[in-house]
């Protein structure tokens, strides 16, 4: 079992940045792929970004690739979204997910969730 909490969501303006964190705990942090997905009211949940067990790989969606960034940190079992020049569209629910051993771009892969945080970009 891995449990994930994710923090950091809030209110901020259009332009501006907050950087999410989802702290892990439960099984070897290290030896799970990571993700961070959004659901905003009335769409489906989308693929942000991801990185691989050991860190050295990363992947994007295009609608987010040059502005968000995703990192972790073994030695804090915790994975960190950076979000830049955030837009009214980024307004979501933020949800980290973690899979063993591979990263993936479709949520039904992720057996491991957390509860979300909100991001809510006023323009």
């Known amino acids: 079992q891995v449990q994930l909490v994710e923090s950091g969501g809030g209110l901020v303006q259009a332009g501006g940045s907050l950087r999410l964190s989802c702290a892990a705990s439960?099984?070897?942090?290290?030896?799970?792929?990571m993700a961070w997905f959004r659901q905003a009211p009335g769409k489906e949940r989308e693929f942000l970004a991801a990185?691989?067990?050991?860190?050295?790989?990363?992947y994007y969606a295009d609608s987010v690739k040059g502005r968000f960034t995703i990192s972790r940190d073994g030695a804090k079992n915790t994975v960190y979204l950076q979000m830049n020049s955030l837009k009214s569209e980024d307004t979501a629910v933020y949800y980290c997910?973690?899979?063993?051993?591979?990263?993936?771009?479709?949520?039904?892969?992720?057996?491991?969730w957390g509860q979300g945080t909100q991001v809510t970009v006023s323009s």
């Open positions: 997910a973690a899979n063993e051993p591979y990263s993936d771009y479709r949520s039904s892969v992720y057996d491991y």
């Open positions: 990185i691989s067990w050991g860190g050295a790989n990363t």
């Open positions: 439960g099984r070897t942090f290290s030896s799970y792929a």
